[in-house]
């Protein structure tokens, strides 16, 4: 990403009206002691000294940009890059969610299918080819069907090879927890045909054939090992790993 893009999404070094102070660390420095707590799933303290920055300092920063929403803006860019060159498919979306553990903080209920042991819930919508088009977190005992309209009101305008920004598939995919008429509705209304299979009437084995590139993509964040288990007290930082995942697999696409 060149540094002038860059300047623009990442909040600027505060400045000390007195001066002093200790000399600021470069953000590209600290960017890439964050990629590596987010790829080595170690903890802040645990970071290398070939990185330079300390792990509280690297930690402060990750905070900082966190709160700017810094994560997803760099998401954005690296969509809009691969949209502008005509690698986003939109004809067919899927929707899918994973568990995890989750030792504390918010958002993290008892897992009903895990002995009650508190967990997390990451939702996210990819593009055909398995793309993060959005991503949120929630309880683990949150069902899936209630993740569907705020993961599709997530989507943002992508820019198209052609014509207006877009942010609104075609097709949308999902197995059977989200088999309500409500939701179907509501996609309609949209202009997306819902594709959800339902219950009782389709076979579990034949929601594979569209599906499978979520669940692909489910398997893609298990290479940010910082997301096997949750171990940050604020949701939010939580939500800025899964951020950090997803932007790591668009940008390794958009270099290739």
Known sequence: MPDGLFRRVVPAAPVRPRGGGRCRHGDRQ???AI???ATTGCMWRQLPPDFG????TVHRRFTEWSRAQAWDKL???ALDGLGARGELDWSRCAIDSANKRATKGGLAGLNPVDRGKKGSKIHLITERTGLHLSIGISAVHTHDSQGLEPLVRGIPPIHSPRGPRRRRPAKLHGDKGYDYDHLRKW??????????ARRGVESSQK????RWTAERTVAWLSGCRRLHRRHERKAAHFLAFAGIAALLICSRRLGD
Not at 187 to 196: F, H, K, Y
Not at 207 to 210: E, S, T, V
């Open 30 to 32: 600290v960017l890439a």
């Open 35 to 37: 990629a590596s707590v």
């Open 53 to 56: 920055p300390s792990g509280p």
């Open 75 to 77: 998401h954005r860019l």
């Open 187 to 196: 996609l309609r209304s949209r202009n997306i045909a819902p594709l959800l």
């Open 207 to 210: 929601l594979g054939r569209h």
